[in-house]
């Protein structure tokens, strides 16, 4: 069974610092490893993923994040943050298991940024 | 395309109401998912079919739950009875195949007072 642990519910960063989100998975088989944002009151929009490819993926928005399989990570950056980057990620894997499609999303980190 | 699309965004009944939402996916995609988020459990997916076929339901909490998907451009996930814990917003959301990632509706947002 595939699993995703998010390290730290809430992160609060100040304006132009690192953003730094933890993501850390559990699959039987190589997976697929997506990055979610929702802002307030809306859907889960894609921020970017990997699929086997580069080991470091670049997203939308500035983010990055870099498949890391000995270490089952895949954590999203960010150099600087910007206030309009205050909003909930989620990390999700899939590892398309038989005929399936289980993507599985982590508990989900709320982003902070203070002026 | 307009995305998937949910309806209605915020649904408020009374305990006991039959609730029915709807969703239609991105036209092209072979697999919808729906799922239900809360402060308490996160996201749970629910219920994703695979060319109109469930697949895998076994996040449907009870027997109040149903889905169906009668043709590839409609979904309706429905609760009967509804009961006040399943407050939640409820996202339905579509890929074009299993390799690919799921474009998610904005949601209903149901209130069982």
């Known amino acids: 069974a595939q699993s995703v642990t998010q390290l730290g519910s809430h992160v609060s960063v100040s304006e132009g610092a690192l953003v730094l989100l933890r993501c850390n998975y559990s699959s039987s088989v190589p997976p697929y490893l997506f990055w979610y944002v929702q802002y307030p009151n809306q859907g889960l929009q894609l921020l970017l993923k990997?699929?086997?490819?580069?080991?470091l993926v670049k997203g939308i928005n500035g983010f990055e994040a870099e498949f890391k399989k000995s270490e089952t990570s895949f954590h999203l950056t960010k150099p600087s943050a910007h206030m309009s980057d205050a909003a909930e990620y989620f990390c999700?894997?899939?590892?398309?298991?038989?005929?399936?499609?289980?993507?599985?999303f982590g508990g989900g980190t709320r982003l902070m940024v203070k002026p | 395309d307009a995305g998937v699309i949910q309806s209605p965004r915020h649904e408020v009944t009374e305990m006991g109401q039959e609730v029915t939402l709807r969703c239609k996916p991105i036209s092209g995609h072979d697999y919808l998912f729906w799922y239900r988020q809360t402060m308490m459990r996160g996201l749970e997916l629910l219920i994703y079919f695979n060319n109109n076929v469930p697949i895998d339901d076994s996040g449907m909490p009870e027997d109040r739950f149903s889905a169906k998907m009668p043709n590839a451009s409609f979904s309706t996930l429905k609760i009967q009875p509804s009961e006040p814990r399943d407050s939640a917003v409820y996202f339905c959301a579509s890929s074009y195949n299993r390799n690919t990632e799921a474009f998610f509706g904005q949601g209903t947002r149901l209130t069982v007072v």
């Open positions: 990997y699929t086997s490819a580069a080991t």
């Open positions: 999700a894997v899939t590892d398309l298991i038989g005929a399936g499609n289980m993507l599985t």
